[in-house]
């Protein structure tokens, strides 16, 4: 079995003059190859573990490793082998996004992504000679993308990667991320988009006041916190919802059915929306 790019064993994080730490003993680890999510309430602590992976807080108690060396063990050759895209884009606003990314790529002395392809991955081809400062939100996340993946990564780190996206965007942003993934790099996915996070994660680890409170993939999450079952929408409004175990039995139903009366008919199950509702309202 591949030895996992992340593993985090009890790591604990409190800033100066808190009551509670931030990071309360986390374990978790991210496969190769994986797209993990990280999902919780704002102030869960998430954002603290990885500003630890990113190395921007490097006081921490617990076992971090990362492609199999521990995390203070790694010198400036960490950002040569990981990406990273913040929530908030970062550039040079009088540079053009091809400007931007070229010099980005410059920084590394390893081998880098062609520019041009990766602006054309994230459909910036018509913007590639615009400044960072004329472009809108959605345009400057697609490049700060781009940017996180120019040094061809083996890890990637991402915060609210699809924010400011249309819909077909929110979807090539996934499509990205996920052939990052399937390229073999370990995607650790920060995020309150609960579509991108059920489409895009292979597991997501759902964080509550500084603990992990729950892993799974999303399918088993829905199936786990779902109430099986139809739902029938009737002609001139209404709703009648059967459980899986009435449903040799509802002769309601099917003669509801038989005169035409049910517009449509569909099954019922728990969306991540609903996990993340259920689970934050256990634990706190």
């Given at each position: 079995?591949?030895?996992?790019?992340?593993?985090?064993?009890?790591?604990?994080?409190?800033?100066?003059?808190?009551?509670?730490?931030?990071?309360?003993?986390?374990?978790?680890?991210?496969?190769?190859?994986?797209?993990?999510?990280?999902?919780?309430?704002?102030?869960?602590?998430?954002?603290?573990?990885?500003?630890?992976?990113?190395?921007?807080?490097?006081?921490?108690?617990?076992?971090?490793?990362?492609?199999?060396?521990?995390?203070?063990?790694?010198?400036?050759?960490?950002?040569?082998?990981?990406?990273?895209?913040?929530?908030?884009?970062?550039?040079?606003?009088?540079?053009?996004?091809?400007?931007?990314?070229?010099?980005?790529?410059?920084?590394?002395?390893g081998p880098v992504e062609d520019v041009d392809a990766l602006l054309a991955a994230v459909d910036l081809t018509e913007a590639a000679d615009r400044r960072l400062s004329d472009l809108s939100k959605g345009m400057r996340m697609r490049l700060?993308?781009?940017?996180?993946?120019?040094?061809?990564?083996?890890?990637?780190?991402?915060?609210?990667?699809?924010?400011?996206?249309?819909?077909?965007?929110?979807?090539?942003?996934?499509?990205?991320?996920?052939?990052?993934?399937?390229?073999?790099?370990?995607?650790?996915?920060?995020?309150?988009?609960?579509?991108?996070?059920?489409?895009?994660?292979?597991?997501?680890?759902?964080?509550?006041?500084?603990?992990?409170?729950?892993?799974?993939?999303?399918?088993?999450?829905?199936?786990?916190?779902?109430?099986?079952?139809?739902?029938?929408?009737?002609?001139?409004?209404?709703?009648?919802?059967?459980?899986?175990?009435?449903?040799?039995?509802?002769?309601?139903?099917?003669?509801?059915?038989?005169?035409?009366?049910?517009?449509?008919?569909?099954?019922?199950?728990?969306?991540?929306?609903?996990?993340?509702?259920?689970?934050?309202?256990?634990r706190l």
């Amino acid at each position: 079995m591949t030895a996992p790019a992340i593993t985090v064993e009890g790591l604990s994080v409190r800033y100066p003059g808190a009551a509670s730490p931030a990071v309360d003993r986390m374990d978790f680890t991210v496969g190769r190859g994986e797209v993990f999510g990280f999902l919780g309430p704002s102030g869960a602590g998430k954002s603290t573990a990885q500003k630890v992976l990113t190395r921007l807080i490097r006081r921490y108690r617990g076992d971090v490793s990362v492609l199999g060396r521990p995390l203070e063990e790694w010198g400036r050759d960490y950002f040569e082998r990981v990406g990273v895209g913040f929530e908030l884009p970062a550039g040079f606003g009088r540079l053009t996004a091809r400007e931007n990314l070229a010099t980005f790529a410059s920084l590394y002395r390893g081998p880098v992504e062609d520019v041009d392809a990766l602006l054309a991955a994230v459909d910036l081809t018509e913007a590639a000679d615009r400044r960072l400062s004329d472009l809108s939100k959605g345009m400057r996340m697609r490049l700060n993308l781009a940017r996180a993946l120019v040094d061809r990564p083996d890890v990637l780190f991402l915060d609210e990667p699809t924010s400011g996206q249309d819909p077909v965007r929110a979807a090539l942003v996934r499509d990205v991320v996920r052939g990052a993934a399937e390229r073999g790099c370990a995607v650790f996915l920060t995020t309150h988009d609960m579509t991108t996070a059920d489409l895009l994660c292979d597991r997501v680890a759902f964080v509550v006041r500084g603990r992990i409170a729950a892993v799974d993939t999303p399918r088993d999450f829905k199936i786990r916190y779902g109430r099986p079952g139809l739902v029938a929408e009737l002609r001139g409004g209404g709703v009648r919802e059967v459980p899986v175990e009435s449903l040799a039995e509802d002769a309601e139903l099917l003669d509801l059915i038989g005169r035409g009366a049910v517009e449509t008919l569909h099954t019922r199950e728990a969306s991540l929306a609903d996990v993340f509702t259920e689970i934050t309202r256990e634990r706190l």
